[in-house]
Every structure is written in structure tokens, then in C-alpha cells.
């Protein structure tokens, strides 16, 4: 004879039925939260420098300042700005919580704020035909330890490749320093300057002219354990350091 009623294991299975289906509801949430603040990222980016763009078609110039151009910080979303190579050209992002896009004079939308080295990451090693994700950053210098360098790669057996140009301050003889954890490979404007290879530091040495533009490719692969890749050079007047920001224009 059956008692009316739930039984407690009844009560566990619709108990545990709702838990499963709020973390199903709250996981989708999280996913068209994330959407939405990319879109709104993009979106904005690409209005912001609309505006940019026109007002140096109106006055000749580049704004000042993101409020000479009528841009404002809302509730959603934080920009930022900057002027190149004394405003010839102009850079510009905007965030929205976690997503951040980048636009600039004559270079497409991507993730990042207004870093001049283009960094491309691969889930593989070495790397695929498509990279996971390309974003702007500041430098070809990374340290990351034994963690990965984002949420959508892995810690072991991805690969980034770097591209960007740089500007060489003085004339005279320069050596570069690569040291990569794990596998490094290097071109100087096309020409394979350092093979794959999994030797931890590597010198390349060239001679540039002051204000000549060097395209550089740094490629590095991890396997396993820790992760790093450092970029340095020394020239006439400058000891060994890693290759500053300031020194990059995107390609
Ligand atoms: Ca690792
Ligand atoms: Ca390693």
C-alpha cells in the first residue's frame, strides 16, 4: 500500500532536478551577459573612432582629448585614447566589464586597448592555421609563469605569435636577445632571422638606421611547466633591455 505524498529520495530528485537546471539558466546568463558586452565593446569602438576619424578630416587634427570629440565615459562602458607617432595616427578603445576592443587609423578592430604589438594565440603547439584569439598588447615580453596567458588557452602546448613594427631610435649596430620557454622563432621583415628552435636565449644581430621601420615576427611555444617570452635589444648608448612599448607600431 502506497502512502500519498513524496518519498525523501523523491524529494532529493526534484531537489537536485532544480539545481541542475539553475546552473544550466545561470551559465547561459553568464554566456549572453559575455555576447552582449562584446557586442557593446565593438560597437562603441568602432563609433568612437568614427568620430575621431571625422574630426581630422574637419580640422586636420586629431582631438585632444576624447571630450574635444564629444565622447563620454557611460555607465557600460570606460574608452580610452592615444595619438601615434605624433598624431599621424590615432588609437582608441573601449571596455565593457571583462571585454575591451581596439580601433586605429588603418588597422582593424580587435580585442585589447591601444597596445602596438599584435599578439596571436593558439591552443596548439606549434600553431594552427586559425589562432584562438588576437589581441592587442603592449610588448613581446610575457612572463606567465605556470599559468596560461588567458581563460581560452591552455597552461601547456599553446603558442603566440607577436607581430609588429618597430622603430629603431639611433643608427648603429643592434643585438637582440630572445629567451623563450620553450620553442622561439624570429623574422625581421619576412627573413627568417632565428629557426625554430627550443634553445632558451638566441642573439640576432643587425644594423639599423635611425627611424627605420624593422617588421618583427616573434613565434613562441609552449610545452609544458613554466611559460615566457622576453624580447630584448641593446645599441649604441642603451644596455640590454626588453624592447619597450613605446618602440612598437602596429603593422
Ligand atoms: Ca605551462
Ligand atoms: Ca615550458
Redesign the pocket.
Known amino acids: 500500500m502506497r502512502r500519498a505524498g513524496f518519498t525523501i529520495v523523491e524529494l532529493l530528485i526534484v531537489i537536485v532536478v532544480i539545481a541542475i537546471l539553475a546552473a544550466i539558466s545561470i551559465v547561459a546568463y553568464n554566456g549572453i551577459q559575455d555576447r552582449a558586452r562584446s557586442s557593446s565593446a565593438q560597437t562603441s569602438a568602432q563609433q568612437a573612432s568614427k568620430k575621431i576619424e571625422a574630426q581630422k578630416i574637419l580640422d586636420g587634427t586629431y582631438p585632444a582629448s576624447l571630450g574635444a570629440a564629444g565622447i563620454q565615459n557611460t555607465s557600460d562602458i570606460t574608452y580610452g585614447y592615444s595619438q601615434i607617432d605624433s598624431g599621424d595616427k590615432a588609437c582608441v578603445w573601449a571596455q565593457s566589464g571583462t571585454k575591451t576592443y581596439t580601433m586605429q587609423t588603418g588597422s582593424t578592430l580587435i580585442e585589447g586597448q591601444c597596445g602596438q604589438v599584435i599578439a596571436s594565440y593558439y591552443n596548439t603547439r606549434p600553431a594552427g592555421s586559425t589562432p584562438e584569439f588576437i589581441r592587442a598588447e603592449g610588448t613581446m615580453s610575457n612572463n606567465w609563469g605556470g599559468n596560461s596567458p588567458d581563460s581560452r588557452i591552455p597552461n601547456d602546448n599553446f603558442t603566440v605569435t607577436y607581430d609588429s613594427v618597430l622603430v629603431a631610435p639611433v643608427t648603429g649596430a643592434y643585438t637582440f636577445t630572445i629567451t623563450t ?2 620553442f622561439s622563432q624570429v623574422f625581421f621583415d619576412g627573413v627568417e632571422v632565428l629557426p625554430y628552435t627550443n634553445t632558451r636565449t638566441s642573439n640576432v644581430s643587425v644594423n639599423l638606421t635611425a627611424n627605420q621601420r624593422l617588421r618583427v615576427t616573434y613565434t613562441g611555444a ?6 615566457f617570452t622576453i624580447f630584448e635589444w641593446a645599441y649604441p648608448g642603451q644596455s640590454r633591455i626588453s624592447v619597450p612599448s613605446s618602440a612598437f607600431r602596429r603593422p
Open positions: 620557454d620553450d609552449e610545452a609544458g611547466g613554466a611559460a
